[in-house]
């Protein structure tokens, strides 16, 4: 059986985990990767696999089964997920909450006119994180979500350290509190603010001779980002931030918990939790295997984009219904 | 919009859970009860809803949209779910494992034969806990699965302290053990023998003038229930157990640990849990969300068996695919 030909537009931290991911899969291959940067200058981690300029992607359009789409939300995938829709599968990550209607719809109109199938915001949140609300609220109709992300680095919050003034270097970490995660999975229905939710701890790198104070409060007092929240700021040498926090650590819960019964005398809680120990490793291990389910749908003549809630389950395994059955029902 | 008509096939703990799920979901409304007992002393909660003998069912197949078959596993549903699959859509909760891949095969006959969807094996374990373990798979292809149950109430086990001789009533609760289950999810992947995963903690109450000691013993000993588990066995009066015992709580966890990186240096857990004061409520739940699924894939035109892993997670939701999307992703 031929195996499924994975193609990788944008080679960052994405890009590398989806490299690593299609290793771990016995039906797929790496194809090619596209980058932005001087393709004779970008060396890859597996041999043999060519590497060419992302303008230069239509030529090859036959070479590759699913695009996988590895930029970033803010500016890449909305020009890239509708422009390579029209060309190849795809499959994105688009993880700007607010914005997925409209992504939806141009990407959707750019696959069918290719003929194409194209998901689109893939991931952990959104993505698993989704699928998780979703089936908690359809089967327990009468209850409360809640979802809880980290303990985690959040690339968001790290950038805005590092613009502070006097700031060299930094990274936040995204923490949920204990005692609130315990409340919901107790059952007692909380309400929680923003600040009851999560804290913020921040580990800062100050230029010599800054004033720390101040960085400290203008971390604190920074609107959107950590007035609302309980932050800490820590300050730290560049050696030990290199050391103790290069990694990308994540994760989250997600809770439905809901009654039934005569008169909703009956508490049930769902929970789904994550603890990843590379955010973009386990996030590209989701990609490529949505990418599976694209190649099977795009084989059955289906064109237009989709997302993680359109998706059988089934059609992510490599197993055949009869083996998924017998060993995994 | 017309509702969803729900037809209820045995009316038991499942069957009034179904009952009052039903409630639940404005899309939907229960049709009609068919139960082997004489109709007419049979009284339902819903007003208004009429009850007739299972062996008229076929005088009423223009009444129901899908049927949910709420009979048990070891000798209802496998008569039943073919039976009814050729009359209406269906939707069962098949759980004996090692007999899927039998029930799967003559259930898609029958339901392709009438022109019907007839979901088997709906429910937590089997159903949410499998889908936990597909998605965990096709994500982590590299890794281990970890499930377990409890504290729950095991009605197999509950009755086989019945049969023991010298006891006049008993329950029986599966407890996953606490310190398995933290090594599971720390990450450790550990190997685990039976008796490390789960105990079992038994209340019995014996008969007049019974021996005791000879009770435990038996309980104990007896080979493939108590044998292989570390065992508990308490004595308690029947006002006890009435009063104490009576709820049907059950739960679990399945994990899916893995590893990604160049050299698998990256670890994640990730883990699906389930805290359940009503095992039967929360999967009659189950069971209509599905029912739903059945519907919309009948009026597509589908027809055959199909299990948890063939339905897209937007099948089970009341809401358009514009509002999960703007909603839930």
Redesign the interface.
Known sequence: MSKIRIGIAGYGNLGR?VE??VR??PDMELSCVFTRRDPSKLSI?TEGVPVYSINDAAAHKDDIDVLILCGGSATDLPVQGPFFAELFNTVDSFDT?AR??EH?AKVDEAAKKGGNVSMI?VGWD?G?F??????G??????GRDYTFWGKGVSQGHSDAIRRVKGVKDGKQYTIPVESAVEAV?N?EDPELTTRQKHLRECFVVAEEGADKAQIEQDIKTMPNYFADYDTTVHFISQEELDRDHSGIPHGGFVFRTGR???DKE?????????????NP??TS??LV?YA?AVYRLSSEGVSGAK????????Y???LS??E???K??
Chains 1, 2 share one sequence.
């Open positions: 985990g690593l991911a771990q899969n981690l909450h997925i209607p939806f915001s959104p698993m989704s699928v998780a609300r979703l089936y609220s359809c089967i327990l109709p009468e999975r059952g039934t019964g005569v009956t508490k049930h809680v769902v929970e789904y939790r994550l603890n990843l120990g590379s490793e386990f291990s989701i295997a599976r997302t993680v809630f359109d998706i059988a389950p089934a992510l395994s490599p219904g009869d998924i059955r017998a995994m029902l």
